[in-house]
């Protein structure tokens, strides 16, 4: 008799560990892809009470995204970080944190893979492109990586998309975004440009960070960023543009990324205006050289939607989880 109840009480305790199973598993997998739920709609200015919200320096946006760059620092009047770019380090993800200021999960990184999915649209969520469309100063447009164009249906008035899927084109994938540039800078139709640049990852992909193409290429950056920073300097109607100059992820030692390797983590930022001129300390160009990739100051990718609405004049993005960054603080030196 004594031994029949042992019996039941092992069987019992089989069955529930049994049982117990699928609900571990569920836990992890509730764990690990969390499912965070979206604030709907587009944050507005809160409490009046405060005055009104402090005037923006710029007016115009220039946002310039070169694929896979981990280190590419311009002298002229920059203000420099190294944006730390969380796991995993695809384009998608990374263009869903610089945008919303939120961080994209693992499952991000399953849609991202999912060319046809559109479930993960970004065009009716709160983000720098959502904002500065509302404020309805100006057009929106687009030339590079057809990823933004997925991400953002109907979003941009003007667009070109170049496409990742030809690894082997150094050339002619960057040539179709650089060629709409000199027009565009002669337009004032627009508030918002973003220029994603795939040139730079694709050689990457092809010959790793130190292949004999790496050089011309990133000096083909540097002189559009020169283009574009003298239009600026002459122009009136770009006279207070910000040009936001980064990578969406790095790479590593042999040219690859979607891991977590310093390389692929610390794609480099860059803040660049006459503008800055006035705030900025000056800083040693080029930089020493450093193991790790931790130049200048460290931000997250998350911190720039933030940094963008007090700089840009537009309420910070609702599903924002970045900072601001405190580097720009001194333009608005009154308390009010
Ligand atoms: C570049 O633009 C031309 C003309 O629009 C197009 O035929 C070509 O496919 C484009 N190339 C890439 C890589 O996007
Ligand atoms: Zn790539």
């Known amino acids: 008799m004594h031994r029949h109840n042992v019996f039941n009480v092992s069987t019992l305790l089989l069955v529930a560990a049994n049982l117990l199973i699928p609900v571990a598993i569920l836990l992890f997998a509730v764990g690990f892809f969390p499912y965070k739920p979206f604030l709907p709609g587009l944050a507005e200015y809160q409490s009046p009470e405060y005055g009104p919200p402090p005037k923006a320096p710029f007016d115009r946006l220039i946002f310039m995204v070169v694929d896979a760059l981990r280190r590419l620092i311009k002298d002229g009047v920059a203000i420099p970080y190294t944006a ?91 040539n179709n975004v650089t060629r709409h540039i000199p027009d565009e800078l002669r337009n004032d139709d627009w508030n918002t440009m973003v220029l ?12 790793g960070p130190r292949g004999p193409n790496m050089i011309p290429k990133q000096q083909e950056m540097d002189g559009i960023v020169r283009l574009i920073y003298e239009a600026m300097e002459t122009q009136p109607h770009l006279g207070s543009t910000l040009l936001v100059f980064c ?9 690859n990324h979607g891991a977590s390797s310093p390389g692929e983590t610390s794609p480099a930022l860059v803040f660049v205006s006459p503008k800055l001129k006035s705030i900025s300390k000056p800083l040693k160009v080029p930089a020493d050289f450093v193991e790790d990739f931790q130049y200048y100051n460290a931000v997250e990718q998350s911190d720039l939607a933030p940094t963008l609405a007090a700089l840009l004049g537009f309420p910070v993005p609702k599903n924002n ?8 603080l001194p333009f608005w030196p009154e308390s009010k």
């Not at 919303?100 to 009716?124: K, M, N, R, V, Y």
């Not at 989880?321 to 720009?328: C, K, P, Q």
């Open 196 to 207: 994603h640049y795939l040139g730079l990852d694709h050689i990457g992909h092809k010959t």
């Open 84 to 174: 730390h770019a969380t796991s995993p380090t695809i384009t998608m993800p990374r263009i869903k944190a610089i945008t919303t200021g939120s961080t994209p999960s693992f499952l991000d990184a399953i849609l991202s893979f999912d060319e046809a999915d559109t479930s993960s649209t970004l065009a009716a969520q709160d983000t720098w492109l959502a904002q500065m469309k509302a404020k309805k100063s100006g057009k929106l447009v687009m030339y590079g990586d057809d990823t933004w164009l997925k991400l953002f249906p109907g979003v941009f008035d003007r667009a070109d998309g170049t496409s990742s899927f030809f690894v082997s084109d150094f050339t002619e994938v960057d």
């Open 247 to 255: 990578g969406d992820h790095g790479m590593n030692d042999a040219g």
């Open 321 to 328: 989880l970045g900072s601001f960054m405190v580097d720009f």
